[in-house]
């Protein structure tokens, strides 16, 4: 029997191996255009399968770290993240892994973080975690369960939720209810009762291991009836006391869960001395919140409910549905008999006159003129910020979380393209200005954002491309998300090919037979459980000057992209490009005469302002880096015409730049290729990076009081410029 068993173990590991290298060989081989689709799958499948069969994970995890100690001898450092990833998600899916094996894993992971950045980062977060695995089995499920689930307990506060917000320029109206279901996927028995189950079920299993019997576990808390709340926070409150003391010996904690054990089986009448194998507890996709990203203020308001725990279905209606029903619920009246204008009230009066010599029942048949309906009062922002001002003191004073103020963490994950990044920019933008002053959601939100490429166009794969073709794509900067880390690009760079044909196959497929794909949830919890390091993406802001003079300039930001046209000459470009006059056009309508003052980037840091003149058809600004950290910070000009000069200037890179047109022909301006965000009659536009509200605040209150104009200690330390942080998994240094 043991012969049999030892080698059906080595067969489930050489079968496992075979998965693992499948999976590494896909990251190291060349993405071709016909398999951009299919990458990923091979790491989705191997989940699901150990999800399926929980039994295999220790020698899944054998393997792994078979793995990472052949790194170590050799050099493939780019197989390490990834293995450190899927290591990661096998422990938190795990039920029970040997103490032995538990060194291995820890002490493989620790001779990583002598390595360079970004491997150091991602091994040192992992052995921290494998650390607190050791003392206290279970710990890292337990706590993903309870924040992502927002179980009530008296020990751990924290909680969690992710809203994800769809670019309705990608997403067709056809499409959206397709996505939704797929994203808010959840599986059966994803009550409260049932996450409880879940956490003691697992916290028992894996601090017990064989010394529990994990069928009649399930059945024994099935059967516990209000009893079962009563484990539940005796299960949570042994567990975070332990991670507290932290015990080099587990005895005590072991000894603890084995009493609430033995209590749980004999209240059912089931021996606590039996035996037997356990049983799979597979973690729940988290509670995700699909929204349809209409509105500037969308992402704004749903952090708020959320730092004031306002449930859908306490709010007095959606943002999606206020100008649909602004005319018959909404009302300017007060209520009050006193506000309301001379006329009505007199109206009013003559009419409760007049019924006054009535029965009640004939004057409620009466029907009188004055009638007041039903309204609801619309919340504004200064309201919200003051209900949220109170909740923070409210907190404060009461001392309700004082190991970790910041007890929320709010997850945004936007799908889409370039423009939905611009928009996130923009809209990020504005809560660091709203915190600037106020620091009201800082105080209880910790803010993490991810991003999903999404296009309606053709797939641009990760390849050496022209720039020209990179410049027409709308996923320059998923392409250099994709370039930094390449786990992400095989991933989730890979998943915007396939989501919207998904989304088309259930749109076509009759509504009452099709049932939702678990995939995109469980490659968007894959996502936010494991990419925890940012990539900052630089913001720029843009000063806009119109040709009239009694128009004011426009601020805006942007990510991605800046296109400059002379109306007049694009359509004439569009129109004569291919025909026999193209040559005599272009000879005669060379372009119009532009201003250009900028600063040089250069690799030294060294700051050169220069300026010149030129002739030009349009102008291409790109903020997007095409490879390499070197050039984040960065801008790529390109100037356009007919036909190329070898006498002018084609293209530059700056810091900041101002163009103006010289002439009165009047400029389009497009942000981040959106058509959304188009300005016309545009005379003269000024880009440089957009400083921090934070950093921009503390320099006008120092002059405010007429301060020396020597930075202070503390902006030494402050972030000068605002930048966009992408969840990764491996991350960039910043």
């Known amino acids: 029997m043991e012969t049999s068993g030892g080698s059906t173990s080595s067969a489930i590991e050489c079968n496992l191996y075979r998965s693992i290298q499948a999976i590494l060989r896909e990251l190291d081989s060349p993405l071709q255009a016909a398999s951009a689709c299919n990458r990923g799958m091979l790491r989705w499948t191997l989940h699901k399968r150990i999800e399926n069969n929980p039994s295999h994970c220790v020698s899944l995890l054998r393997v792994l770290v078979k793995e990472l100690e052949k790194v170590e001898r050799v050099d493939y450092k780019t197989r390490i993240i990834p293995l450190l990833h899927i290591l990661a998600y096998v422990v938190l899916q795990s ?9 291995r894993m820890y002490t493989s992971i620790k001779k990583l973080i002598t390595l360079p950045e970004p491997y150091c980062t991602v091994s040192l977060a992992y052995a921290r975690i494998i650390k607190m695995e050791m003392g206290t089995p279970g710990l890292l499920y337990q706590r993903r369960l309870i924040a992502e689930q927002s179980l009530k307990n008296d020990s751990y506060a924290l909680q969690e939720k992710v809203f994800v917000f769809s670019d309705t320029a990608v997403f067709p109206e056809s499409l959206v209810s397709a996505v939704r279901a797929d994203v808010e996927f959840t599986s059966p028995n994803c009550g409260v009762e049932s996450h409880m189950q879940r956490a003691v ?24 009836g209000a009893r079962l709340k009563i484990h539940f926070q005796e299960v949570m409150t042994a567990v975070e006391e332990s991670v507290e003391a932290m015990l080099c010996d587990s005895g005590h904690h072991r000894s603890r869960l084995q009493h609430i054990y033995t209590d749980i089986m004999n209240a059912a009448k089931q021996d606590p001395s039996a035996s037997g194998e356990m049983l799979g507890v597979p973690l729940p996709s988290p509670e995700i919140s699909f929204n349809s990203w209409k509105q500037e203020e969308q992402i704004w308001n749903e952090l708020v409910n959320f730092a004031l725990m306002i449930s859908p279905s306490e709010r007095s209606f959606d ?22 204008p001379a006329a009505e009230l007199s109206s009013l009066t003559l009419e409760t006159g007049a019924a006054s010599s009535e029965t009640p029942s004939e004057s409620q048949r009466s029907s009188p003129q004055f009638v007041r309906w039903n309204c609801v009062r619309r919340m504004n922002v200064a309201d919200r910020m003051a209900l949220v001002r109170e909740s923070v003191r409210v907190s404060s004073r009461c001392n309700l979380f004082p190991r970790e103020e910041r007890n929320l963490t709010a997850r945004v994950l936007v799908m889409g393209d370039d423009r939905a990044l611009g928009r996130l920019a923009k809209a990020y933008m504005s809560i660091r200005k709203r915190e600037a002053r106020h ?11 991810y991003y999903i490429p999404v ?10 491309e022209e720039t020209v073709a990179a410049l027409e794509s709308k996923l320059t900067l998923a392409r250099f998300l994709g370039k930094v880390d390449p786990w992400y690009d095989c991933n989730i760079n890979s998943l ?41 993406l630089p913001i720029y802001s843009i000063k806009i000057t119109f040709s009239k003079l009694d128009a004011s300039h426009v601020e805006d930001v942007f990510v991605s992209h800046v296109q400059m046209d002379f109306p007049e000459f694009k359509s004439l470009r569009a129109s004569v490009k291919g025909s026999l006059r193209h040559k005599r056009v272009t000879q005669l309508f060379s372009g119009a005469v532009v201003a250009v003052n900028y600063t040089k980037a250069s690799l030294s840091k060294r700051e050169v302002d220069t300026g010149f003149s030129l002739r030009t058809c349009g102008v291409v600004i790109s903020a997007a880096p095409s490879s390499g950290a070197k050039e984040l910070n960065s801008l790529s000009v390109t ?43 545009v005379q003269s536009i000024e880009i440089a990076p957009c400083l921090d509200p934070g950093y921009c605040l503390q320099r006008s209150t120092k002059s405010k009081h007429n301060l020396e104009e020597k930075e202070s200690a503390l902006s030494k330390y402050m972030s000068r410029t605002l930048t966009l942080p992408i969840n990764t998994f491996s991350g960039v240094i910043h």
Do not use: W
């Open 439 to 449: 620091l009201l959601l800082t105080k209880r939100l910790n803010l993490e954002m």
């Open 201 to 224: 079920l697992h916290s028992l299993q894996a601090t017990l291991g064989r010394h529990c019997h994990g069928p009649r576990l399930a059945q024994a808390l099935e059967a516990c």
């Open 639 to 681: 100037f356009n015409d007919f036909i190329p000069r070898p006498c002018t200037v084609s293209a530059i890179r700056a810091h900041n730049i101002k163009i103006q047109a010289l002439e009165k022909r009047p400029l389009t301006v497009c942000l981040d290729k959106d058509s959304r965000r188009i300005f016309t009659d």
């Open 496 to 536: 915007g090919a396939m989501m919207l044909n998904l989304a088309k196959m259930q749109s076509r497929s009759n509504k009452e037979t099709s049932e939702p794909s678990p995939f995109l949830a469980d490659i968007i919890s894959y996502y936010i459980r494991t990419a925890l390091q940012p990539v900052h």
């Open 455 to 464: 296009s309606d166009g053709p797939v641009v794969v990760s390849s050496e």
């Open 319 to 340: 943002d999606d549905d206020l100008e649909e029903r602004r005319g018959s619920i909404m009302s300017n009246d007060s209520g009050i008999e006193g506000d309301l």
């Open 95 to 103: 039920v029970h892994i040997p103490e032995d094996l538990y060194e």
